[in-house]
Nanobody, 118 residues
Framework: QVQLVESGGGLVQAGGSLRLSCVASGSMFSLNTIGWYRQTPGKPRELVASITRGGTTNYADSVKGRFSISRDNAKNTVYLQMNSLKPEDTAVYYC????????????WGQGTQVTVSS
């Protein structure tokens, strides 16, 4: 069983920064890849960034250069540093984990709201 607990969401002005954290517990095999998705009402959940146990990262084009994902394997914690936030970054952000990330097979956290005001 895998559990993911997110924290760090909130309200910030455009141009500001937030850091999301995701603490994972459970099968290490299932925690090979951890990432962050986001979702707004009426839109599909989209992958924002991911990182493998070995440190390989992947970013959506919309956040490249502004967001940075990192991982502390000893603490089973993944961080998403979000800088230069824009109103269009407003969404519920979900931590997800899996051997590889797959919308239908991921383990999911409960989500944390990020709101960027203009």
């Amino acid at each position: 069983q895998v559990q993911l607990v997110e924290s760090g969401g909130g309200l910030v002005q455009a141009g500001g920064s937030l850091r999301l954290s995701c603490v994972a517990s459970g099968s290490m095999f299932s925690l090979n890849t951890i990432g962050w998705y986001r979702q707004t009402p009426g839109k599909p959940r989209e992958l924002v960034a991911s990182i493998t146990r070995g440190g390989t990262t992947n970013y959506a084009d919309s956040v490249k250069g502004r967001f940075s994902i990192s991982r502390d394997n000893a603490k089973n914690t993944v961080y998403l540093q979000m800088n230069s936030l824009k109103p269009e970054d407003t969404a519920v952000y979900y931590c997800a984990a899996g051997i590889i990330l797959n919308l239908d097979r991921n383990y999911w956290g409960q989500g944390t709201q990020v709101t960027v005001s203009s």
